[in-house]
C-alpha cells in the first residue's frame, strides 16, 4: 500500500507539472465560460443550452485528459527508462500498475472538480438556482472517464503511445455508438457478422450507461439508485480493465 | 563465504511477436559473485552485459536457467530491499529535484522522517550535489545526472550494487568521482556487480571479471588469473653504438632506436646478460620494465577469432 500511495503521488505531481494538461484544464475553462455569454442564441432556454454545452465540454476535454493521462503512465517511463531505477525497488509490477492508476484518477477527480464548479457556478449566476441532477451526470462522466483511462493504460502496456492514442478514440466512439452496433446485429444477415457485432458490443463499454446528459438538459429527474448502478458499471469494467492491465504488464518485458 | 549473485545455466533469446528463432543474447551463463567481491563484467556493446543485468533485476524473464540473489528469486522483495541499482543512462522524472527524487525513492523503501532526511542528506553530500539539491533534474548536466543515479541506488545502503556502465558518458574528472565513490564502497566491504565496455575501467576497479562475447562467457576470473605473466623485459638504454646494438640482437633481442633511446625487448633469462652488455660498451640504463598485457590486450586475443 505504501507503495501505492507513493507512486500515486508522483503521477499527480507528474501530471501537475504538464504543459499540456494544463492547457487542456484551461481550454476546457474558456469553452464554459464561452457558454456562460453565448445563451442569447437560445432564448428561453438558457439553462438548457448552458447544462448541454457544458456536460459535452467537459466530456470532451474529460475524454482528452483521460487518454493523455493514460498513455502517459506506462510507456514514458519505459521510454525514458525510468522504470528500469523504479522496478529495481521493492516495488512490485502490481502496485506499480495501481499506484499510476490511482495518480492518474486522483486527477481526473480534480480536474473533474474544478470544470464541474464552473459550470455549476455559470449556471448558478444565470439562473439562481442549480440541480443536483447535474453532480449526478458530472459522476456519470467520471465514471467514464475512469473506464478510459484504465483501457488506454491497458493498451499501452502492450502497443505505442500513438496505437494507444487512437485505440482510446476508437473505445470512446464504440462506447457511445453502442446501440447502433447493437441495431446493426439486428439487420446482419450473416451469422460470423451478428456474432462479431456482439461480441464487440459485450466486451466494449457501454458509455451511454453512464451518460445522462439529455435527462439533465430535458430537466428529467434521476432516481438517486442510479448512481449506485452506474458506479458499480463503471468502477467494476474499470477494474476488471486494471486486472488485465495488471497480467500483461507482469509479463512485459522491459 | 556467501554467494550473493547465482546464475546458472542462464539463456535469453530475444523473440519477436511472430515467434521465429529470435536472437541468442545470453548463453547458458553459469556465474557467482561472492560476498564483498567486486566483479566485472565486460564486453562489447551487445555483448550480453545489460541483459544480464536486467535478469538480475527481474525486467526481463529467462528463457532458460535462472538467478538467484542473496539465495532467493530475483523478484522477491526481500532481495530487492537488498539491492542497489544504477542504470547506464540515468533518466530520471525531470518535473522532481535532486531532493526530491531521492525522497521518492526513500519512500519506497520505507525511509521516513528524520531517518530519510538523513540519509538523503548523506548521499546528497557523498555525490557532491548538496547545493544542488532544489534544482530540477531537467537541468542537471549528465555528469550530475549519473552521481545522483548513484546516491539513488545508496539510498537503502545495498549490500548488492549493480551498476550499468559506470562512466558512460562522462568526462575525465566526472568519470575519475564515479570511480573514487566506487572504489569507496568497496572498501566499505559491499558486494558490486558492474558492467563495462571500459576493460581498463573494470581492471582498475575490479577483483574478478567475467568477459562476455556474444552472450557468452569467455573467460572468468581474477585480473591475476586473466592477464599472462610478461613473457619479455623490456630495457631502455642511452648511449648506445651500432656494435652493441649487434651484440644485443645476438643475444636475441630486438633493438628498436626512438628519441635518442634504445628500447631493447628480450627474452626474461636473456635480461641480465643484455645489462651486462650495455653497461660494458659504456651504455646508460633508462629504464627496466616487464610490462603485462592490458585486460584490453587479452580481451582482443580472445575475440580476434571469432572477429576475424
Known sequence: MRSIITIARNTISEALSRVILQMILVFAIIFLVLGFFFTFMTPGEEDKMLK????????????????????????????????????????????????????????????????????????????????????????????????????????????????????????????????????????????????????????LPNFTYLDLRLAVVDGLSIPAQLLGKMALYGVGYAAVVLAIAAVLFNEREM | MASVVEMHGLTKVYRSFFGGTGVLALNQL???????????????????????????????????????????????????????????????????????????????????????????????????LSERRHMLLRYYSRGMLQRIGLAQALLNDPALLIVDEVTSGLDPVGAHQIRSLILELKRQGKTILLSSHLLNEVQTLCDRVGVLYRGNLKACGTIDELLPQ???????????????????????AACAAADGMVRVTVAPEQAEQAVAVIQGDGGRLHELTRPRPTLEEVFMDMVREEVE
Open chain 2, 30 to 128: 553459469d556465474l557467482e559473485i561472492q560476498e564483498g567481491e567486486t566483479f566485472g563484467l565486460v564486453g562489447p556493446n551487445g555483448s550480453g552485459k545489460t541483459t544480464c543485468l536486467k535478469l538480475l533485476l527481474g525486467l526481463l524473464y529467462p528463457t532458460a536457467g535462472e538467478a538467484m540473489l542473496f539465495g532467493r528469486k530475483v523478484w522477491d522483495m526481500r532481495v530487492k530491499a537488498l539491492l542497489g541499482y544504477m542504470p547506464e543512462t540515468p533518466y530520471f522524472y525531470d518535473h522532481l529535484s535532486g531532493e526530491q527524487l531521492l525522497r521518492y525513492f526513500a519512500q519506497l523503501f520505507g525511509l521516513r522522517g528524520a531517518e530519510q532526511r538523513r540519509r538523503i542528506d548523506e548521499l546528497l553530500a557523498l555525490v557532491g
Open chain 1, 52 to 203: 448541454d454545452l457544458g456536460l459535452t465540454v467537459i466530456t470532451g476535454f474529460g475524454l482528452l485528459l483521460a487518454i493523455f493521462m493514460g498513455v502517459s503512465l506506462i510507456q514514458p517511463e519505459m521510454e525514458r527508462r525510468t522504470i528500469y531505477a523504479l522496478l529495481a525497488k521493492p516495488v512490485r509490477r502490481l502496485e506499480f500498475v495501481l499506484g499510476k492508476y490511482a495518480g492518474t484518477i486522483a486527477v481526473l477527480a480534480l480536474s473533474m472538480i474544478v470544470m464541474g464548479v464552473v459550470l455549476v457556478g455559470s449556471l448558478f449566476l444565470k439562473q439562481g438556482v442549480w440541480s443536483p441532477e447535474l453532480l449526478i451526470a458530472l459522476v456519470g462522466i467520471f465514471f467514464a472517464l475512469m473506464i478510459m483511462a484504465a483501457l488506454v493504460m491497458m493498451i499501452s502496456t502492450f502497443a505505442s503511445t500513438l496505437m494507444s492514442v487512437v485505440a482510446g478514440f476508437l473505445f470512446w466512439s464504440i462506447g457511445y455508438a453502442q446501440s447502433y452496433l447493437q441495431q446493426l446485429s439486428e439487420h446482419a444477415d450473416n451469422p460470423v457478422s451478428v456474432r462479431v457485432l456482439n461480441t464487440i458490443s459485450a466486451v
Open chain 2, 230 to 252: 610478461p613473457s619479455q623485459v623490456v630495457i631502455t638504454a642511452l648511449g648506445l653504438e651500432a656494435p652493441t646494438v649487434a651484440r644485443l640482437e645476438e643475444l636475441g
